[in-house]
């Protein structure tokens, strides 16, 4: 399987379970670049672009056990989520001893830096280092040779437990 | 509950505090009791209810009793007041609720239930945008949500005026918002002592800050 078949079928594992919900933005028509066609149309929760709101609602969906999946189209663009990620997702079961466990698995796709062509400063960032030490959950990069599926069924049982994982795709692979 | 036992449950911490037995962030209400006995009389035991940085009476009249309240504050919970029983979470970042509680509202709409989210800012956070993202989210897709203003005129010790230049306030034209307005009796942070008046001792602060 080519990566970006890989992270369809990925997908299409997250969809099996009725309780996945797909968050973000470019999901119901753009359907995450083709990725989401596994997802029934229930699953999709298109949101505007306003990347804080939309992680907050997938905290909220957690809180009411769903499963969410939050979906950034540029890591650039995550920055503006960060409250949500970093003062809620990630503090959540610390300030609340225990009470609240919300997990969201967090999408990321770094952008093209030549395949087709150059997407410009602010659209090809990879911030994954600055990622993992802002968070207490497993920040993942998925490199072609990663067994991609095997990473998102990790995910996905530790949904299942309360624990978050990020993962950062790169659509140079795509 | 009463405003008279709300009143002297926040005496109670002021003591405590002046006592120097809370040696860390406390947020205490006061002036808003009837405007809170009123809203609550709406709110049912199943609603979710959202709280921030000031959180005791919302606790005490969510239902959390008042025992467990004062055992959290005075273990440093002040802000961090949370039961999962009660559908009751906090958040001591501005405006950092808003969006969860669009989560937890979309929930319940799509699964066709009848509780309520209560969400609870003061008109600090009715400044950020993340407030602006949640209730157009909420108004738009009609959530079962109420965002309640908790308007003291006063972001942290700044009011309306001196920082947006008028005292109008904003229109939020939707039935998701309410606002109450209300003059505060104790300062943003602290129980309002002298400067300097609180003694911790070496063994309090070891125990508890962290």
Not at chain 2, 99 to 128: M, P, Q, S, T, Y
Not at chain 2, 169 to 174: A, E, I, L, N
Request: charged share 25%; proline share 4%; with cysteine.
């Amino acid at each position: 399987m080519t990566y970006k078949e890989q992270i369809t079928a990925a997908m299409s594992l997250l969809a099996q379970d009725d309780r996945a919900r797909f968050v973000g933005y470019g999901l119901a028509n753009g359907r995450a670049a083709g990725t989401l066609i596994g997802a029934k149309p229930h699953q999709i929760v298109e949101t505007p672009v306003a990347e804080n709101l939309m992680t907050g609602v997938a905290i909220g969906l957690s809180l009411s056990g769903l499963r969410p999946v939050v979906y950034f189209e540029r890591c650039d663009f995550i920055l503006n989520a960060l409250d949500a990620i970093v003062n809620h997702l990630s503090a959540a079961r610390h300030i609340s001893r225990g009470e609240f466990w919300p997990a969201v698995i967090i999408r990321v796709v770094v952008g093209n830096r030549s395949k087709p062509l150059f997407t410009g400063r602010t659209h090809t960032q990879d911030f994954h280092l600055a990622l993992s030490r802002l968070v207490d959950f497993p920040v993942v990069r998925l490199s072609p040779d990663r067994d991609i599926l095997a990473v998102y069924e990790t995910a996905r049982q530790a949904q299942e437990r309360g624990d978050s994982t990020l993962i950062l795709e790169y659509k140079d692979y795509l | 509950m009463t405003a008279s036992d709300l009143i002297a449950f926040e005496q109670r911490i002021k003591a405590r505090f002046a006592a120097g037995e809370l040696p860390f962030l406390v947020h205490l209400s006061g002036g808003n009791e009837e405007q809170l006995l009123e809203i609550f009389r709406g709110v049912t035991p199943g609603d979710w209810v959202f709280s921030n940085h000031r959180s005791h009476y919302h606790a005490l009249l969510h239902g959390i009793p008042a025992s467990q309240v004062e055992a959290a504050i005075c273990n440093g919970d002040s802000m961090f007041i949370f039961s999962k029983s009660r559908r009751f979470y906090t958040s001591s970042i501005l405006a950092g609720t808003c969006c969860i509680a669009c989560g937890v509202a979309l929930e319940i709409k799509e699964r066709g239930g009848h509780e309520k989210v209560w969400c609870f800012v003061g008109d600090g956070a009715e400044d950020n945008g993340h407030f602006y993202e949640a209730v157009r989210f909420a108004d738009g897709r009609d959530l079962p949500i109420t965002f309640v203003i908790e308007d003291n005129d006063r972001q942290v010790d700044t009011d309306h005026m001196t920082r947006w230049g008028t005292d109008e306030r904003f229109p939020w034209q939707t039935s998701k918002v309410m606002r109450y307005h209300y003059r505060a009796t104790f300062p943003h942070g602290g129980a309002g002592l002298p400067p300097g008046s609180v003694k911790f001792s070496e063994e309090i602060v070891k125990r508890f800050v962290r």
